[in-house]
């Protein structure tokens, strides 16, 4: 079982991370969920086996109790994620409002270093700009 779960985990690691990678809003945010769900359950598994709850009496030893510390660590990772999601999709819906796109956009001053860093290296090329092919054919344009 611990080996599924393991394998389990670095799927969704490995999916998190590429959704991450990608210039759409909805993917980054469906990215940072999975990896907070491979988090909260790496932190599950290694919490080791099932076992009664962490309470500790005065005469009981603490034999075949449930390591409290990775339950509260994951409750508190599957909060932090909860709230980020929340923030991220209004941030989404914000910038969909304003520009009526889902991608992640250069900005000027991405360019502007891209294009210092390149310089000092020797090699540089202006990136293609399609999205103004983009708008002009959603607005009926050529």
């Not at 959704?19 to 945010?29: E, G, S």
């Not at 994620?81 to 001053?109: C, H, K, P």
């Not at 293609?128 to 959603?138: E, K, L, M, W, Y």
């Amino acid at each position: 079982m611990s080996l599924a779960l393991a394998v389990l985990v670095a799927w969704l690691y490995a999916v998190g991370t590429y959704l991450v990678l990608q210039r759409a809003l909805t993917r980054i945010i469906l990215g940072l969920g999975l990896l907070g769900h491979g988090t909260v359950l790496l932190l599950q598994t290694v919490g080791g086996r099932a076992g009664r709850a962490p309470i500790v009496g005065s005469g009981d030893g603490g034999e075949g109790v449930s390591a409290p510390l990775p339950q509260a660590l994951a409750l508190t990772a599957i909060v932090i994620g909860f709230a980020m999601t929340g923030y991220l999709l209004a941030l989404a819906y914000r910038s969909w409002v304003a520009t009526n796109d889902d991608e992640v956009q250069d900005d000027i001053e991405d360019r502007r270093v891209a294009r210092m860093v390149a310089d000092d290296e020797g090699h540089y090329r202006e990136p293609a700009d399609d999205r103004s092919d983009r708008d002009d054919a959603r607005a009926g344009g050529s």
